[in-house]
């Protein structure tokens, strides 16, 4: 890698490398880093080409919304695999796949295109002396709705002048948007792959099941449970994601239920549940009102006894870890104590 370097009004090229003392120092690393965007690693059009090809899918989308020719997209991308000496993407009947090497070089250089936003935020934000912190995340809809409240309201009290920007959805969606470099973290209830992304636990949430006061009996086991309407989360989302595993670890499945009813909204399943019309398996955080008042009651199988995390997650290697982890260290203090929480 080379550099133009200006002295006293003259150019000169020479190598430079990376000093030993950037491993150890996070200044330097973020410097590094710059230095990487600048030379090319993610600026360059031929990187910016890839990412693109990569979340579009295809040649065809990626030209499209990088309004170049395809025949130019396929330079790119041919031009990166010479120099990297590896096969980035396949043809697999109409579809365009990236290949273990894609992936990598994917997962590499999206978090460092996301990493220099966030920093080039930062300056931005000091150049117009506006140095409060930034917070711009997602939250799972049990997270968002049950959770973030009065830590979200803490924050702001503590931080009056603090810049909050919170986005809801399921895991699913909620990790594209952290590898896009939508949301710089987010807390998810399901499970996510630590290949790709780091994490520290929010919370320890009960996981429970819910009926309508008086419509069943108490279950000796999860298998008495199978004749009942069972009413979900749509698809993608952390709640049914932990149930879908956890009934597969005892070979069984949400078609083994008398009936499924998929619902996208917490609120409506557990309207559905207090009119007797099945049953769900939700947070108890979610559910805490309910139960307290008596409209719903905990019908959890003594062989379904789950416990699961409420996790802060970033995307891997991020030279914004630590702030994150402290992040999470701060809104830990914040959430109220319960009984049920361990």
Request: hydrophobic residues 40%; contains cysteine.
């Amino acid at each position: 890698m080379t550099s133009t370097r200006t002295s006293g009004g003259s150019h000169s090229e020479r190598p430079y490398y990376l000093p030993h003392y950037i491993k150890y120092n996070d200044i330097f690393l973020c410097i590094y880093h710059l230095n990487l965007l600048i030379e090319g690693a993610v600026l360059d059009p031929r990187m910016h080409t890839f990412l693109e090809v990569y979340r579009q899918g295809g040649f065809t989308k990626a030209a499209e919304a990088l309004h170049l020719s395809q025949p130019a997209v396929s330079q790119h991308i041919r031009i990166l695999e010479r120099t990297l000496g590896a096969q980035l993407f396949v043809k697999r009947g109409r579809s365009t796949v990236p290949t273990a090497a894609g992936d990598v070089l994917y997962r590499q250089v999206s978090r460092l295109e996301n990493d220099a936003s966030r920093i080039a935020d930062e300056v931005r934000r000091a150049a117009a002396a506006d140095g409060e912190t930034a917070l711009r995340f997602g939250a799972t809809r049990t997270v968002a709705d049950y959770v973030m409240p009065s830590i979200l309201s803490r924050q702001l009290q503590e931080q009056p002048a603090a810049h909050l920007a919170m986005t809801v959805g399921n895991t699913h969606e909620l990790i594209d948007q952290l590898e896009q470099g939508d949301i710089d973290f987010a807390i998810v209830e399901g499970p996510y792959d630590r290949t790709h992304f780091d994490g520290a636990a929010l919370s320890h949430e009960p996981y429970v099941a819910v009926a309508a006061a008086e419509s069943i009996g108490t279950p000796a086991s999860v298998t008495d449970l199978l004749g009942q309407r069972l009413i979900v989360r749509e698809e993608g989302s952390g709640t049914r994601e932990i149930l879908e595993r956890a009934l597969a670890v005892r070979d069984l499945g949400l078609g083994d239920f008398t009936d499924v009813v998929e619902l996208g909204s917490i609120t409506t399943i557990k309207a559905c549940v207090a009119a007797g019309q099945g049953i769900s398996f939700l947070y108890r955080t979610a559910v805490r009102t309910e139960l307290d008042a008596g409209g719903l009651v905990d019908v959890t199988p003594p062989d379904f006894s789950i416990v699961h995390d409420f996790t802060l997650i970033w995307q891997r290697d991020s030279i914004y870890g630590e702030r994150y982890r402290h992040q999470v260290d701060i809104w830990k203090a914040w959430i109220p104590p319960t009984d049920d929480r361990p």
